[in-house]
C-alpha cells in the first residue's frame, strides 16, 4: 500500500560487507505519489557503504529504476523504464567486484563495486521508504518474496525469474 514500510533494526548480519551478495524480489507499483519510489535502503544519511534501489527518482530519471551505492547516485541506471500494475522480478546481485542490476532476469546495468564494503554505515534497513526522507520517497505498491542472501551471488547471467514461493530454510 501508500505509506507503509518495514524497518528492520541494525544488525550485523545486515550488513553485507565486501563479499557477495544477492537482494532479489517481486515488485508491483500502483503509481509514483512522491518524488520517487524507493524500494530499500540500508542508511540514514547516503554515504560511503549505503546500497538503495528506487524506482523513477526525480533527481536522476523519474522514468528509470536506479541503484544508489557508496554515495554514487545514480551507480546504475535501468535502460527499462518503470512499470505500473504489473509484477516484476529484481535481483540485486554482488559478485566479485561488480554489482549487476536484473529486471525479470535479465542484466540491466553495472556498477563496479572494487573497494566498497556494503555496511550501511551502522544503520538500521527499511523496505519500502528511505530513512532519510520518509515522506518523500515512500512506495505505493507491493512487494512479495524479498530475499537477502549474504555470501551467495545466486544469479551470475542471465535466467528465467522464479514463479514458485521460495522454500523456508
Given at each position: 500500500?501508500?505509506?507503509?514500510?518495514?524497518?528492520m533494526?541494525?544488525?550485523?548480519?545486515?550488513?553485507?560487507?565486501?563479499?557477495?551478495?544477492?537482494?532479489?524480489?517481486?515488485?508491483?507499483?500502483?503509481?509514483?505519489?512522491?518524488?520517487?519510489?524507493c524500494?530499500?535502503?540500508?542508511?540514514?544519511?547516503?554515504?560511503?557503504?549505503?546500497?538503495?534501489?528506487?524506482?523513477?527518482?526525480?533527481?536522476?530519471?523519474?522514468?528509470?529504476?536506479?541503484?544508489?551505492?557508496?554515495?554514487?547516485?545514480?551507480?546504475?541506471?535501468?535502460?527499462?523504464?518503470?512499470?505500473?500494475?504489473?509484477?516484476?522480478?529484481?535481483?540485486?546481485?554482488?559478485?566479485?567486484?561488480?554489482?549487476?542490476l536484473?529486471?525479470?532476469?535479465?542484466?540491466?546495468?553495472?556498477?563496479?563495486?572494487?573497494?566498497?564494503?556494503?555496511?550501511?554505515?551502522?544503520?538500521?534497513?527499511?523496505?519500502?521508504?528511505?530513512?532519510?526522507?520518509?515522506?518523500?520517497?515512500?512506495?505505493?505498491g507491493?512487494?512479495?518474496?524479498?530475499?537477502?542472501?549474504?555470501?551467495?551471488?545466486?544469479?551470475?547471467?542471465?535466467f528465467?525469474?522464479?514463479?514458485?514461493p521460495?522454500?523456508?530454510?
Amino acid at each position: 500500500g501508500s505509506g507503509d514500510y518495514l524497518l528492520m533494526p541494525l544488525n550485523t548480519q545486515l550488513q553485507l560487507g565486501a563479499g557477495n551478495f544477492t537482494i532479489e524480489f517481486w515488485l508491483n507499483l500502483v503509481s509514483r505519489d512522491t518524488s520517487g519510489a524507493c524500494i530499500f535502503a540500508n542508511y540514514n544519511s547516503f554515504t560511503t557503504g549505503a546500497l538503495s534501489f528506487f524506482a523513477g527518482h526525480a533527481t536522476s530519471s523519474s522514468t528509470k529504476y536506479q541503484i544508489a551505492c557508496n554515495g554514487t547516485f545514480p551507480a546504475i541506471q535501468s535502460s527499462a523504464s518503470v512499470s505500473y500494475n504489473q509484477w516484476d522480478h529484481f535481483a540485486i546481485v554482488r559478485n566479485g567486484n561488480t554489482l549487476t542490476l536484473y529486471i525479470n532476469g535479465t542484466a540491466d546495468g553495472t556498477f563496479s563495486m572494487t573497494g566498497i564494503s556494503v555496511d550501511g554505515v551502522g544503520s538500521n534497513w527499511i523496505i519500502g521508504a528511505a530513512l532519510d526522507a520518509l515522506t518523500n520517497y515512500e512506495l505505493n505498491g507491493y512487494i512479495d518474496e524479498f530475499r537477502i542472501t549474504k555470501g551467495v551471488a545466486r544469479y551470475t547471467a542471465n535466467f528465467t525469474a522464479p514463479t514458485a514461493p521460495f522454500p523456508n530454510k
